[in-house]
Nanobody, 124 residues
Framework: QVQLVESGGGLVQAGGSLNLSCAAS????????MGWFRQAPGKVREFVAT???????YYADSVKGRFTISRDNTKNTVYLQMNSLNAEETATYYC??????????????????WGKGTLVTVSS
């Protein structure tokens, strides 16, 4: 069992930056792919980024070049650095963990564990 707790959300102006963190319980953190997803009000949840255990990264096209996912296995923590945010990216951001090594699983949100989310509000 893996428990995930996100933090770092808040209010930011358009064009600004935020750095989200996700702390994970358990001794096998390094073996999981860790991802970030988001769900805007009235919309379906969407894939944002994932880093596999071998540190291969995947990003949604909409965030490439602006968002960076990273992980610190010594701290059981994954991060999402978000730059140049826009109002359309207001959403609850969720951290998730997966045993899978396949991009399509991440893209489709087929993850094994989920956090409860942290709200990011981008004001225009």
């Amino acid at each position: 069992q893996v428990q995930l707790v996100e933090s770092g959300g808040g209010l930011v102006q358009a064009g600004g930056s935020l750095n989200l963190s996700c702390a994970a319980s358990g001794r096998t953190f390094s073996s999981y792919a860790m991802g970030w997803f988001r769900q805007a009000p009235g919309k379906v949840r969407e894939f944002v980024a994932t880093m596999r255990s071998d540190r291969t990264t995947y990003y949604a096209d909409s965030v490439k070049g602006r968002f960076t996912i990273s992980r610190d296995n010594t701290k059981n923590t994954v991060y999402l650095q978000m730059n140049s945010l826009n109002a359309e990216e207001t959403a609850t951001y969720y951290c998730a963990a997966s045993r899978s090594r396949y991009y399509n699983d991440y893209l489709m949100g087929r993850m094994d564990y989920w956090g409860k989310g942290t709200l990011v509000t981008v004001s225009s």
